[in-house]
């Protein structure tokens, strides 16, 4: 293996935080818009699930060209149009404008989450992709942390274009760290489908496009992503709420809260980068972690602690849900078909977690208008025992197919 093999890794993964600034441009820029340019909520509604779709679409049709043309070609292109959305934005602001540049820069945001697990795992094998994987399963929320930190300098001198400048900074970054740093090694040095012992697959014959996205370990582990991601993006959406609502913290106690709760995620998914990596029984791991955040998602919205104590157990529940993207991610090389389908497998699990965030927020809104905190807990933490019972038949299947090698 090349030494400077940590230079497309690196590269793919500064570019997957940057690029989703493009997502996390809108709830902050969300009141200038309304004042504005107008703006209805029906309208800031679209405005991300427009994004969301388009990323869903790429995912699944950007896994089958990257497999087929490249990481490199195929995410490269896609940030141009992103980019080419975000400029478009800034001029066409009527709602059809927005829309239409939304779904362009869900493009590029579809692919670099496609491409970078592909990468990653072409260039490590399993045993050294710990941190990699650890810091990549992060990257949506560590760009959100800084869309946050710098939207109050920013709107603070600017109208929402500013926030849009910033993402489009962020996007042409982006675009010049895959552009130039970003490549495939040579397919005698290829670490995708290194087994524990370090044997290879053999890499099987031709097949038709739809079979490295009907392998079933993936489909299984994006069924598993989309109810814990989904249960995961409610417990983010509605967390302020239910301190502020709820328990009566004013807003500075529950958005620290909710900051120390994110801290958690980025510390449980480089935790779980590292364990998933050594770890020799997978399915294991992965059921032990839907176990605590199932524990975890039944008890959150029942609690009614002193402040300090509340402070503590939402880091230590978003540890354990910051874990579980970490292992999805890290699945897909070790579970698609052949070393030529990773693209498509890890399409797979993007998709389920793309359709978790669009899915879950809402279900668990809807219970919350209907009824209660403590009842949006018991879906939530039902909803994660649901994938508890997935996660043993994943680990029967990934046995069973390991055992055959």
Known sequence: MKKHAWIPVWAIIVASILISFEYGKVPPSQPSMIEVLGLSY????????????????????????????????????????????????????????????RVMEGFGYGAVMTGGPVIISAWYAPAKRGLAYGVWGANVGVGMLICTGAANPILAVSDWSGMWVFALIGAVLALLMVAICVGM?????????????????????KHGVLWGYLAPLPILAALMFFLVGGATDAFNSFTITYLNVALGYDYGAANLCSFIASIGLLVGAVIMGFVFAKAKDKGLVLIVNIVLAAIGLFLWFSIDLPLEATYVIAFFIGCVLGAAPTAFFAVAPMTARSKDTVGSANAVIVLGQNMGTLVIPTVVGMVLDASSFMMAAM??????????????????IYRKKMAEK
């Open 42 to 101: 029906t309208m800031q509604g679209l405005l991300m699930t427009s994004f969301s779709v388009a990323a869903i679409v790429m995912g699944l049709v950007g896994g089958t060209l990257i497999d087929r043309f490249g990481a490199r070609k195929i995410v490269s292109i896609a940030l141009v149009v992103s980019i080419v959305g975000n400029v478009l934005s800034l001029f066409w602001t009527s709602d059809a404008g927005l829309l239409v540049s």
């Open 379 to 396: 879906v939530m933490g039902g909803i994660s025992v649901v994938a508890l019972g997935i996660s043993f038949a994943w680990r029967s």
């Open 185 to 205: 090694p040579a397919d005698e040095d290829r670490q995708d489908l290194f087994l524990d012992d370090g044997s290879t697959v053999e890499s099987d014959e």
